[in-house]
């Protein structure tokens, strides 16, 4: 290899000078060209390309050796160019890219690192590189600290440029052989546990107590980030090497040069014994180390702990920081560090959260359980309590003053001191779990807090973080726990919408048997996730019928302890802990200030701990002899707590802060004293203070030299920092008590239940309960049951406990009651009556108000609930209302709408073209997926009737053939209400005030758009409500008395009488304005190409065609909503909000300003024969469009909406009548077009024959004949037969009639029951036709279904064959000059389907890999965005400027051509919907989802996703009922730019 042989001449002088450490490397001499490319590589900060070119030669053996030696002796090199590098983070990667293919191969790394010094240079170079940024340290002790710390503040740390070096270390270590090397070799193991101390108490946060801290420092990322990253990977990865017994000498050395770090860390901030107070690290990395290491040797080496423990006097300082962090965790989580900022709560949350937890919090706690297990417990529980600012807290004293603590914090930093406890002797994980155990536990805690999808439970369980450790969760041990505690919830919808994922929740068999509140308090990172644990263990408990109020944490069985920490159990057995909870016992039952519940429960908790782990039974007998005598001056007469349960305390001396000036105090002798009521008063020896006596035993050990021997006298509370003179005054007084725990627990239960002598001893009743104490019914329960749980292991464990406990509940009174406490007890028991009642009294206001929130969801909201029937609407169900009245919702007044003050019902107005996706097929299109599928849009509704329009625009008159279809199946407007009324004055105001507040609102109030003030759904406009009653309610008879022609007679007149509206339109009312605006806002709702057919613009027709249309369009959508038939009946969720009334109104009142020349009222043509006009024709003007072209549907609504409101009932079923004729009669025109040339001659020949009878014009055989016959006149049958649908039999000829009535039928049902609230019958499909005829009044008696035909409906204004022939005759005029035409032109209603979106693959990746290479048909280039419209199938960029046009960007301006305003689109390389509503957008969320049912946003994780069809069907579901804008509620402006 030539790079490797070619000498250089002239070595480059010093350009890499290493400094003070001569012995790595003096300069950098470069003898080979590799050397010197390697060198202007670095310089120039690794350029891509000669990356490239250097890591292309690898594959060579000798290149790669000689590139690796080269590397590495640069390392210190590549260190200073990285530090004075401006773009780091790119340099970082690209050194890693190259060390991590020359340092993961091990054999290479071990060459390296016997032939070059790896491990040296690289444990330097990191050593110098942090140099660079160390600053002073302020712990402990300011001025004369000689510690130094890393600055968490420097870019070094704050940009993490030290990661490359870091990573190829821990990289090297992963590696045994040269682990092995580092663990042997001493004096690396000192410069690394020096580069480590670096990190020791960084960050230190000082307790701010005066105002708050005016700059937030972030600098707490850095510093958790770097000991993560710098001393906790490094450290997991070393731990992965010793885990066989062989390996205990590594364990040695390692913690040898630990402790000797920590002692001369100790000695360089000057600590003696007491941490200073008000500041706090959360670093201790030296002290994780040793916990660590030692944990290593215990759980795998099987080393005894006690050859590698410091002594004594060191397991006291090393407790002392610890302790400091949980009592700061504590006092952070009180307020008491607000002054701070929130970055202090954040720091102490990092401390326990998933990531970090198991390199601190963890490491933290073992340390202090290694510390309690061998130090003297009184000494480790008073230090706890008084790290925890509490001590002067514990007396049994009513009153008390604490020099340290306000009395606000007080009560929950006792609870912290006390849950800290509970957690210290509690906690498992380094002392004897097995690794499944753990896991198993964590994952238990996690779900027990929350239902957890897999990807965040992957992400919570805390894993080793050093990648390369070997415990990876994801393995078969993980799915395998996660199965066997937790159940697969499948996502699911809630009816508000919001999209769930798939969750995991807990077992039954979890909640009864595994719950663990200690794990969860472990492992929150907020304090409310502790709540919602217990909320769910309690919902569990009622749900299963285990324990129906409000259950108190269960008490769960531990892992045993592993035999070398047994010495944890002393806590529980020292008299300092029983003289504790002894008072605290004695304050909860005097009802002392600042004790909870909670306290108590750690109180008891903390009882039953120590029983369930006694030491060895002693013999009851020697107790009973001279017991009190023992113990004059103490409290308790041994540490075992099964026996001093049972001990009497008759008085007890408290301190009281004094009134008078100056007290004298003389203790009496042989009375138990208050062993916490410490103070600095204490002058005489007999009162027995504690802490003091604990203190002066250590300081012995402790203060060897004699300049420090002062400190012995003085009890160590006064703290070195306390104000002088601020210790207040105390008096002696001595309390009568003469109780025990026991006799205080027989109380309590007597309190919490509120009931004197609730207590009664099980096993009186049933020994066997002494014999098997684990009875299922004490296992969940409150406050007694844990008082009876812990009496009854109390009396299992000593028989004088027994006997004890049968003879205090024998004294039904308390014994020998001193005063003070009968009172007290009756003050707690009326207390607790009061407490009971308030309870009941909040009990059914709730129920009350969850009543009243749930009948308002229901009229708000859109809960299917059939009672709920326009609940806040007006109240139609009175028979006789004269007037409807309306509630406002702003100003809360009712009262009728009237013309001056109209009241409207909040709207939203929206374009919707979902009409116009329907397709003629059951079957829904598919999405392509491949070049050869395409959809193509011809067949869907809106392009049919777009067709339709255009061909009778050809051959006939403008003005006629706009009132023979409706439009608005694409663009039409829809319109919907949440039900809810305002007056239109109290609406304008409202917009004002909208306008005025500057809030960032997700709509625009330029736009009109703003939310129902009642239940905020979205809204744009106010549509009134017409004065008067808004339901004819006439009592409708089947029958009316007046005959057909009279009645046509008088629509006829109606018609004719244009102007008198009851609202004359001459004079401007509030009212007649409002109608305009809104008529005006309906208009501007949807674009200006789906209103104007017109061939001549802006011709009235138009608008006319428009108006009537908008009322086609949502009787058309109302159906949809139903399903498409009316067959289900009643007032569906749409009837609820619907409008349609007052949208009525407000068209009519518009339609009637035009006038219809009677000469062209359809009317006449319907009922009327007319005289041959045909020769009056001049034959320039087009013809009218003859009335078998007309669509029914169509002229009913011009009909109905040119009348006076408020119509008859008559009226309108005299329209209904004459407009069947005509529908009919089209139905038989249409069939006799399919039907083949013989069918045709057959049925005319056998109508013909029956013509004459009597029931002639009600027979279909005779109207299809007379059809045929009167059509065949003209050349309409006679252009290509070539489709010929032979209809044999007369019973599918009767189903065909049927379907094709249908829809006109159920469009005039619906507005029957709006227009007069006529209810909808349910029904059978097959006889759907029946009932609506009937509902119609089109039946005149209802004949027995087996006889009944279609034509029996008709009621023929005038003789029906007249009728028939001159309609016909306009086809056969017609058919003269466009033959080809007439058969098209024929109303063949298809069968349209409900409208879909697109199918789409099961699979996601069948769609990712054909659309994210496809190339937009705009630019041909592939997109950076791509998109998927799900209505069409258009493929679109998003954001795409080179598709733009006109500042609209494609999805815009795709969304307003397909949607008229709404898009809905699949983006292929995120897999999330997105929708487009106007101005608006929405991430609507995604309907694939992974095996787990979660989705996969952006494609992160890369798992492989499958359709979720509930989910889309949820997302259709709100497409076609236009619900987008209530349900998702995160919209923001899109500015044309999607």
């Given at each position: 290899m030539v790079l490797i042989a070619l000498p250089i001449s002239a070595p480059e002088e010093g350009v890499c000078q290493w400094g003070k450490d001569q012995s790595i490397m003096d300069v950098l001499k470069h003898k080979c060209f590799l050397e010197e490319l390697l060198f202007w590589t670095i310089k120039y900060e690794f350029p891509q390309k000669m990356v490239t070119f250097l890591l292309n030669m690898l594959p060579d053996q000798d290149y790669k050796i000689a590139f690796t030696k080269t590397f590495v002796q640069h390392y210190a090199f590549i260190m200073k160019t990285l530090k004075k590098s401006h773009?780091?983070?790119?340099?970082?990667?690209?050194?890693?890219?190259?060390?991590?293919?020359?340092?993961?191969?091990?054999?290479?790394?071990?060459?390296?690192?016997?032939?070059?010094?790896?491990?040296?240079?690289?444990?330097?170079?990191?050593?110098?590189?942090?140099?660079?940024?160390?600053?002073?340290?302020?712990?402990?002790?300011?001025?004369?600290?000689?510690?130094?710390?890393?600055?968490?503040?420097?870019?070094?740390?704050?940009?993490?440029?030290?990661?490359?070096?870091?990573?190829?270390?821990?990289?090297?270590?992963?590696?045994?052989?040269?682990?092995?090397?580092?663990?042997?070799?001493?004096?690396?193991?000192?410069?690394?546990?020096?580069?480590?101390?670096?990190?020791?108490?960084?960050?230190?946060?000082?307790?701010?107590?005066?105002?708050?801290?005016?700059?937030?420092?972030?600098?707490?990322?850095?510093?958790?980030?770097?000991?993560?990253?710098?001393?906790?990977?490094?450290?997991?990865?070393?731990?992965?090497?010793?885990?066989?017994?062989?390996?205990?000498?590594?364990?040695?050395?390692?913690?040898?040069?630990?402790?000797?770090?920590?002692?001369?860390?100790?000695?360089?901030?000057?600590?003696?014994?007491?941490?200073?107070?008000?500041?706090?690290?959360?670093?201790?990395?030296?002290?994780?180390?040793?916990?660590?290491?030692?944990?290593?040797?215990?759980?795998?080496?099987?080393?005894?702990?006690?050859?590698?423990?410091?002594?004594?006097?060191?397991?006291?300082?090393?407790?002392?920081?610890?302790?400091?962090?949980?009592?700061?965790?504590?006092?952070?989580?009180?307020?008491?560090?607000?002054?701070?900022?929130?970055?202090?709560?954040?720091?102490?949350?990092?401390?326990?959260?998933?990531?970090f937890c198991n390199s601190m919090i963890d490491p933290d706690i073992y340390l202090l359980q290694v510390c309690a297990s061998r130090l003297d417990p009184d000494y480790f529980i008073s230090s706890v309590f008084e790290r925890f600012k509490v001590v002067d807290l514990l007396t049994m004293a009513s009153q008390h003053q604490n020099t340290v603590l306000d009395s606000e914090h007080e009560r929950s930093m006792l609870e912290g001191a006390l849950t800290f406890l509970v957690l210290l002797l509690s906690l498992r994980l380094h002392l004897g779990m097995t690794d499944d155990e753990i896991l198993r536990a964590e994952m238990v805690a996690q779900l027990c807090m929350n239902d957890r999808t897999h990807s965040s439970l992957l992400d919570l369980i805390p894993e080793n973080p050093n990648p390369k450790s070997g415990i990876i969760p994801g393995s078969l041990s993980f799915e395998s726990v996660l199965s066997a505690v937790a159940d697969f919830k499948a996502p699911v919808f809630e009816p508000g919408g919001s999209m769930q994922q798939g969750m995991y929740t807990p077992k039954a068999e979890v909640w009864d048997k595994e719950f663990d509140p200690v794990m969860v308090i472990l492992r929150t990172v907020y304090r409310?996730?502790?709540?919602?644990?217990?909320?769910?263990?309690?919902?569990?408990?009622?749900?299963?019928?285990?324990?129906?109020?409000?259950?108190?944490?269960?008490?769960?069985?531990?892992?045993?302890?592993?035999?070398?920490?047994?010495?944890?159990?002393?806590?529980?057995?020292?008299?300092?802990?029983?003289?504790?909870?002894?008072?605290?016992?004695?304050?909860?039952?005097?009802?002392?200030?600042?004790?909870?519940?909670?306290?108590?429960?750690?109180?008891?908790?903390?009882?039953?701990?120590?029983?369930?782990?006694?030491?060895?039974?002693?013999?009851?007998?020697?107790?009973?002899?001279?017991?009190?005598?023992?113990?004059?001056?103490?409290?308790?007469?041994?540490?075992?707590?099964?026996?001093?349960?049972?001990?009497?305390?008759?008085?007890?001396?408290?301190?009281?802060?004094?009134?008078?000036?100056?007290?004298?105090?003389?203790?009496?002798?042989?009375?138990?004293?208050?062993?916490?009521?410490?103070?600095?008063?204490?002058?005489?020896?007999?009162?027995?203070?504690?802490?003091?006596?604990?203190?002066?035993?250590?300081?012995?050990?402790?203060?060897?030299?004699?300049?420090?021997?002062?400190?012995?006298?003085?009890?160590?509370?006064?703290?070195?920092?306390?104000?002088?003179?601020?210790?207040?005054?105390?008096?002696?007084?001595?309390?009568?008590?003469?109780?025990?725990?026991?006799?205080?627990?027989?109380?309590?239960?007597?309190?919490?239940?509120?009931k004197q002598n609730s207590y009664y001893p099980p096993w009186l009743d049933d020994v066997d309960v002494l014999i098997h104490p684990e009875i299922p019914r004490y296992s969940h329960g409150d406050g007694m049951t844990a008082v009876e749980r812990i009496l009854l292991k109390a009396a299992v464990q000593s028989r004088l406990n027994k006997r004890i406990i049968e003879e205090i509940c024998r004294k039904v009174t308390p014994p020998v009651p001193p005063k003070k406490i009968s009172s007290a007890e009756k003050k707690t028991l009326d207390k607790e009556e009061r407490r009971q009642k308030a309870r009941e009294r909040q009990q059914k206001l709730l129920a009350e108000f969850a009543s009243r929130q749930k009948s308002f969801m229901e009229t708000a909201m859109d809960v299917e609930s059939p009672e709920a029937d326009m609940a806040m609407e007006v109240a139609t169900s009175e028979q006789h209302i004269s007037e409807a009245i309306y509630d406002c919702v702003i100003c809360g007044q009712s009262g009728p709408s009237t013309e001056d003050r109209p009241t409207g019902l909040v709207v939203l107005l929206q374009a919707s073209s979902v009409l116009g996706q329907c397709r003629n097929s059951p079957e829904p299109k598919?999405?392509?997926?491949?070049?050869?599928?395409?959809?193509?849009?011809?067949?869907?509704?809106?392009?049919?009737?777009?067709?339709?329009?255009?061909?009778?625009?050809?051959?006939?008159?403008?003005?006629?053939?706009?009132?023979?279809?409706?439009?608005?199946?694409?663009?039409?407007?829809?319109?919907?209400?949440?039900?809810?009324?305002?007056?239109?004055?109290?609406?304008?105001?409202?917009?004002?005030?909208?306008?005025?507040?500057?809030?960032?609102?997700?709509?625009?109030?330029?736009?009109?758009?703003?939310?129902?003030?009642?239940?905020?759904?979205?809204?744009?406009?106010?549509?009134?409500?017409?004065?008067?009653?808004?339901?004819?309610?006439?009592?409708?008879?089947?029958?009316?008395?007046?005959?057909?022609?009279?009645?046509?007679?008088?629509?006829?007149?109606?018609?004719?009488?244009?102007?008198?509206?009851?609202?004359?339109?001459?004079?401007?009312?509030?009212?007649?304005?409002?109608?305009?605006?809104?008529?005006?806002?309906?208009?501007?709702?949807?674009?200006?190409?789906?209103?104007?057919?017109?061939?001549?613009?802006?011709?009235?027709?138009?608008?006319?065609?428009?108006?009537?249309?908008?009322?086609?369009?949502?009787?058309?959508?109302?159906?949809?909503?139903?399903?498409?038939?009316?067959?289900?009946?009643?007032?569906?969720?749409?009837?609820?909000?619907?409008?349609?009334?007052?949208?009525?109104?407000v068209l009519a009142m518009h339609m009637r300003l035009y006038s219809i020349d009677s000469a062209y009222n359809p009317w006449r043509k319907l009922t009327q024969t007319m005289q041959d006009k045909n020769s009056e024709l001049v034959s320039e003007e087009l013809p009218e469009v003859p009335v078998l072209y007309r669509d029914v549907s169509s002229l009913l609504l011009i009909q109905i909406l040119t009348m006076p409101q408020p119509l008859h009932k008559e009226h309108f079923t005299c329209i209904v009548k004459v407009l069947f004729t005509l529908l009919y009669t089209q139905a038989l025109a249409a069939l006799s077009v399919k039907c083949s040339t013989e069918d045709r001659m057959a049925w005319k020949e056998a109508g013909a024959l029956k013509k004459n009878t009597s029931s002639g014009e009600k027979s279909w055989e005779v109207l299809l004949s007379h059809v045929i016959s009167e059509l065949s006149k003209g050349k309409i049958y006679e252009e290509g037969e070539t489709e010929e649908l032979a209809v044999v039999n007369p019973e599918s000829l009767e189903r065909d009639l049927q379907q094709f009535c249908l829809p006109f039928l159920r469009i005039t049902s619906l507005l029957q029951h709006h227009l007069f609230g006529v209810d909808?019958?349910?029904?059978?499909?097959?006889?759907?036709?029946?009932?609506?005829?009937?509902?119609?009044?089109?039946?005149?008696?209802?004949?027995?279904?087996?006889?009944?035909?279609?034509?029996?409906?008709?009621?023929?204004?005038?003789?029906?064959?007249?009728?028939?022939?001159?309609?016909?005759?306009?086809?056969?005029?017609?058919?003269?000059?466009?033959?080809?035409?007439?058969?098209?032109?024929?109303?063949?209603?298809?069968?349209?389907?409900?409208?879909?979106?697109?199918?789409?693959?099961?699979?996601?990746?069948?769609?990712?890999?054909?659309?994210?290479?496809?190339?937009?048909?705009?630019?041909?280039?592939?997109?950076?965005?791509?998109?998927?419209?799900?209505?069409?199938?258009?493929?679109?960029?998003l954001k795409g400027l080179c598709c733009k046009q006109q500042s609209y960007c494609e999805c815009v301006l795709h969304s307003q051509n397909c949607g008229a305003g709404t898009g809905i689109f699949l983006l292929i390389n995120a897999s999330v919907i997105i929708i487009i509503r106007g101005h608006r957008f929405c991430l609507w969320g995604s309907v694939y989802l992974d095996a787990h049912g979660e989705e996969d946003r952006d494609l992160r994780r890369g798992k492989p996703l499958y359709i979720c069809k509930e989910r889309y069907k949820v997302l259709e579901q709100q497409w076609v009922s236009h619900t987008f804008d209530h349900i998702n509620k995160r919209w923001g402006p899109h500015y044309n730019g999607l």
């Open positions: 773009e780091s983070d790119t340099m970082s990667n690209r050194i890693v890219h190259i060390s991590v293919q020359l340092f993961s191969n091990e054999e290479l790394a071990r060459q390296v690192t016997e032939e070059c010094q790896l491990l040296d240079i690289m444990v330097t170079v990191l050593l110098y590189m942090m140099e660079s940024c160390l600053i002073k340290s302020e712990l402990q002790d300011e001025e004369n600290s000689l510690h130094v710390v890393v600055n968490c503040g420097e870019a070094l740390l704050k940009n993490n440029t030290y990661w490359p070096l870091v990573s190829d270390f821990i990289n090297i270590l992963s590696h045994q052989s040269v682990a092995k090397k580092f663990l042997e070799d001493h004096g690396l193991l000192v410069t690394w546990m020096n580069f480590v101390s670096f990190f020791q108490g960084m960050n230190l946060n000082k307790r701010e107590l005066n105002e708050h801290v005016e700059f937030e420092s972030q600098t707490y990322y850095a510093a958790f980030a770097a000991e993560l990253e710098a001393c906790a990977q490094p450290m997991w990865g070393l731990l992965s090497h010793c885990k066989v017994r062989e390996t205990q000498e590594y364990t040695r050395n390692v913690v040898r040069y630990c402790l000797e770090a920590l002692q001369d860390w100790f000695d360089a901030i000057n600590f003696v014994d007491e941490p200073a107070p008000n500041q706090v690290t959360f670093h201790l990395p030296l002290h994780r180390y040793f916990a660590m290491f030692l944990s290593k040797a215990v759980k795998c080496q099987e080393l005894d702990l006690d050859t590698i423990l410091p002594d004594q006097e060191m397991l006291m300082k090393l407790m002392i920081h610890p302790l400091q962090i949980q009592a700061s965790l504590s006092e952070i989580h009180s307020n008491m560090w607000v002054r701070n900022g929130l970055q202090i709560k954040g720091q102490a949350m990092t401390y326990v959260q998933s990531h409310r996730d502790v709540q919602s644990a217990m909320d769910r263990y309690t919902a569990f408990l009622k749900q299963s019928g285990k324990f129906p109020g409000n259950p108190w944490p269960p008490y769960k069985k531990r892992t045993p302890l592993h035999p070398s920490y047994k010495g944890l159990i002393k806590l529980l057995h020292c008299k300092t802990l029983h003289i504790v909870l002894f008072t605290l016992l004695y304050k909860i039952l005097m009802d002392h200030q600042n004790l909870s519940e909670h306290v108590l429960c750690m109180v008891l908790y903390l009882i039953e701990l120590g029983l369930e782990n006694s030491p060895e039974q002693e013999s009851d007998e020697e107790e009973s002899a001279g017991g009190q005598e023992r113990c004059h001056d103490s409290w308790f007469p041994g540490s075992n707590l099964v026996s001093n349960m049972r001990h009497f305390i008759n008085y007890v001396r408290v301190r009281v802060p004094e009134t008078a000036p100056e007290v004298k105090r003389e203790p009496p002798a042989s009375t138990s004293s208050d062993g916490l009521a410490l103070s600095q008063n204490s002058g005489t020896a007999q009162v027995f203070s504690l802490v003091a006596e604990r203190r002066k035993k250590f300081q012995e050990i402790i203060n060897r030299n004699t300049s420090e021997a002062n400190q012995v006298v003085r009890p160590k509370t006064s703290m070195k920092w306390s104000a002088p003179g601020a210790t207040p005054q105390l008096t002696t007084a001595i309390l009568e008590v003469k109780e025990s725990i026991l006799s205080l627990l027989i109380k309590l239960h007597h309190k919490l239940s509120g598919r999405l392509p997926t491949t070049e050869e599928e395409q959809i193509y849009p011809w067949d869907t509704c809106a392009a049919l009737h777009d067709v339709r329009l255009s061909t009778l625009q050809r051959y006939f008159k403008d003005s006629s053939c706009l009132q023979a279809v409706s439009i608005g199946w694409e663009g039409g407007v829809y319109v919907q209400t949440c039900g809810h009324t305002l007056h239109i004055d109290c609406h304008k105001s409202y917009m004002e005030s909208l306008r005025n507040d500057q809030v960032l609102q997700g709509f625009s109030v330029d736009k009109g758009e703003f939310t129902c003030p009642l239940c905020r759904q979205f809204a744009n406009s106010v549509l009134p409500c017409y004065p008067g009653n808004n339901v004819e309610r006439s009592v409708w008879q089947s029958h009316s008395n007046k005959c057909m022609q009279d009645l046509v007679q008088e629509v006829e007149d109606l018609q004719e009488q244009l102007g008198t509206f009851p609202v004359s339109i001459s004079s401007e009312t509030n009212l007649s304005k409002e109608m305009e605006s809104v008529m005006k806002d309906i208009k501007s709702t949807t674009q200006k190409k789906y209103t104007d057919y017109s061939k001549s613009p802006g011709s009235p027709d138009n608008d006319f065609l428009f108006m009537y249309s908008v009322a086609r369009t949502n009787l058309e959508l109302e159906l949809v909503h139903r399903g498409g038939n009316l067959c289900s009946g009643g007032a569906s969720t749409a009837g609820k909000r619907s409008c349609l009334n007052q949208l009525f109104h909808l019958p349910g029904c059978q499909e097959e006889e759907e036709f029946t009932v609506l005829a009937s509902c119609l009044g089109l039946l005149p008696s209802f004949q027995s279904a087996h006889q009944f035909t279609s034509a029996s409906c008709l009621d023929w204004p005038v003789p029906a064959f007249d009728m028939i022939s001159q309609w016909c005759s306009e086809l056969t005029s017609f058919a003269e000059r466009h033959p080809d035409q007439v058969k098209a032109l024929l109303i063949q209603e298809p069968k349209w389907d409900l409208p879909r979106l697109l199918q789409l693959p099961e699979n996601y990746n069948t769609i990712f890999q054909y659309y994210h290479r496809k190339t937009c048909s705009v630019c041909t280039k592939v997109p950076k965005d791509p998109a998927v419209c799900l209505v069409c199938g258009t493929f679109v960029c």
